[in-house]
């Protein structure tokens, strides 16, 4: 595969995702980057933006198999990973998969669910491996988790923690579509929704394959040292208690190298990262009293970083 026609694939995604997700193309097109650049997104946003629909159509653009897990308080690890069975002809433990063991798995309002139950998901996102009863279980591929919540009702809800923050490569918000757009999506589901006709574009080995090619994509050392900068800032900053992990910095690259091949470009430069990095870096981090006293948000923290970090400076 050559840059051609990993970037004729990609858009191939993007377009056949936009026929569901009207006028959110960026949206779209990061949710692809991190789809190829093996990562795993959360959604936060209101209800009826989007959210689900999205996962739903990007799974169906890729042909590959998708479990929808609705997270309640009443969720048990086991619910999502499975569970050993004896079977009393066998006299045997046989294993029962999950639906964690899908292509996409949407975790729909992950924040509701027990912090156990969310610490199920940690070993499946990172090493994308299930480990039950001291067995491990590989995952499909390729492996996408998805998740989404509400920033606006909390009652219920169990914050997610800093490590399951943390394996999540970008968060995303949806948000309303503008006057223009809100009326074509009327128009499109006056009959039926468009989710229902949405035909497959590629495959699940061919998503693969564009995995691989972007793992490949080299990354300059001024680039590396300008995203270890970045991170390294959010660290020892008065506005920062908690900042970006090593996790994060890989992340950045990471998702730069899916990014800039979806660009049309041959590697990632420093303006690719920031134009990612907010996505990428303030769900990472926790701010400072002073900040939450200023009324700052993180995403505003990182767009201050950004213009404060130089570039072409060393590490």
């Known amino acids: 595969m050559d840059q051609a026609q990993f970037l004729a694939r990609a858009q191939r995604i993007v377009a056949n995702v936009e026929q569901v997700i009207l006028g959110k193309r960026r949206e779209v097109e990061l949710a692809t980057a991190a789809l190829l650049a093996r990562g795993h997104v ?161 495959e699940a080995a061919e998503v693969v394959e564009l995995q691989e090619y972007c793992f490949h994509v080299p990354v300059a050392e001024p680039v590396k040292e300008y995203i270890v900068r970045l991170c390294s800032a959010t660290r020892d900053h008065r506005l920062i208690s908690l900042g970006a992990s090593p996790r994060g910095s890989l992340a950045l690259m990471r998702l730069a190298q899916a990014w800039s091949l979806l660009r049309g470009l041959p590697s990632p430069r420093e303006d690719e990262v920031k134009d990612i990095a907010v996505e990428t870096l303030a769900h990472r981090l926790i701010l400072s009293p002073e900040a939450r006293g200023l009324g700052m948000s993180q995403a505003r923290v990182v767009e201050e970083l950004l213009q404060e970090t130089e570039v072409g400076l060393p590490a």
């Open 42 to 202: 959360l959604i936060e946003d209101k209800p009826g933006t989007g959210k689900t629909m999205l996962g739903r159509a990007l799974s169906r653009s890729i042909g590959c198999a998708f479990s929808r897990v609705q997270f309640t308080p009443d969720l048990l690890p086991s619910d999502l990973t499975g569970v050993s069975i004896y079977h009393q002809g066998q006299q045997e433990f046989r294993f029962q998969p999950g639906p964690i063991f899908a292509n996409v798995v949407l975790a729909d309002e992950i924040n509701r669910a027990t912090p156990k139950a969310q610490a199920s998901l940690l070993e499946c996102m990172d090493e994308a491996q299930v480990t039950v009863d001291g067995t491990t279980h590989q995952l499909p591929q390729p492996f996408f988790v998805i998740g989404t919540e509400n920033p606006i009702e909390y009652h219920g809800t169990y914050p997610l923690p800093e490590a399951q923050l943390d394996r999540f490569m970008l968060r995303l918000t949806v948000g309303y579509p503008d006057r223009e757009t809100e009326v074509a999506m009327l128009g499109a589901q006056r009959t039926g929704h468009p989710i229902h006709r949405l035909q497959p574009c590629v």
